[in-house]
């Protein structure tokens, strides 16, 4: 593959502006469950007008990150994220200035959709693929994975106080002028392969890298794994705290846990990466969903008290994003960086599909057993099963027949 | 200062901010804050 250009970003730039742009990509969006309060008592409409307008906004990531992949791969990361940065001010200022379920489905269902899909992860890995050294590539996505985490981390409370203080569609307002930062720092990540327009010589088209992928079986077993890694993630994140509830524990037990989990995910993204660049990813992928199958098992045969919480949620914090660089890493070992952005976009649309599965199926249970026993099981068995699945995953760069005359 | 120097430099100003910013969780009133809006969606 030609696309890397003799000129390489420097890695500081790289990380300065990729680390940047996902923690405010990443963090702006974590804390929307803050405005279903006052979004809904403020426009007189029900849960279920919000609660669809986020699953739409989970689906559209993941659908559109496929189509980002493709047009970062084709023309440069450069105009996915600038064009994502107004996507994402256009759907805040949406979402504080919908005054109908519609509009407000369009603006924070759709285009933050779409915006995330142009500003989080795959788009800024298919950079670090190209930009940095394979033996810092690992490493590299670990501490773009730990940048989003801590904007995860860091918004949730600055959101909070966003409301608090100024009301809740000014807040929005002023989310919607911060993420036009995303822009500036889109120039640091301008690579020079892709400089004038013109997109770079390839071995492979689109659709011939997509077959490739799709019929390779370690594609097929690590979108696998990511999906059980959406369904784990999304469901405990949504309905832990109802759980905890239900359990009779107090309010603060929930933010305190979901607090550590934020914590310990910056700790747990960033030593994955480092250490994906000295041992096996395979066996990362598999320890890390193995692990989150033992912690859901411990905690809900142990006694529960809100020390238990606390121990849980660093736990599954240290393995909440850590899936994101050895998955990406190793889909950038096999296939190469060509059509990197690409195909992390359709690992992660598995992703997003788990997650959907994991909120939706979470509700649906809870309603028809009343309890969440039954979905907590799944989670430990999908865990397993993803431990298993990656353990087969090769590794080592895909061998390519060479063209006939070459 | 050395490459060791500036690597601990770097840990140590991360755990520092990370710290701040649990500190901000642990708040009084941001905590109620927060754990009345996570607790109204399941209302």
Redesign the interface.
Known sequence: MTSTSPQKLSLVQVLACGAAIVTLSMGVRHGFGLWLQPITQAQHWTRENFSLAIAIQNLAWGFFGIFAGIIADRFGAFRVLVGGAVLYAAGLAGMALSTTPLTFALTAGILIGAAQAGTTYAVVYGIIGRQIDPARRSWAMGVAAAAGSFGQFLMVPVEGLLISGFGWQQALLTLSIAVLLITPLAFGLREPGFAGGAAPQRDQSVMQALREAFKYPSFQLLMAGYFVCGFQVVFIGVHMPSYLKDKGLSPQVASYALALIGLFNVFGTYIAGTLGQRLARRKILAAIYFGRSIAIAVFLWAPLSPMSVYIFASVMGFLWLSTVPPTNATVAQIFGVAHLSMLGGFVFFSHQIGSFMGVWLGGYLYDRTGSYDIVWYIAIALGLFAAIVNLPVRETPIVRPVPQGA | MTIRARKLLAYGIAVAV?LA??A???RPE?????????????H
């Open positions: 990370l910013v649990f901000l969780y642990t941001m905590l109620v804050t927060l754990a009345d809006q996570i607790w109204a969606c399941f």
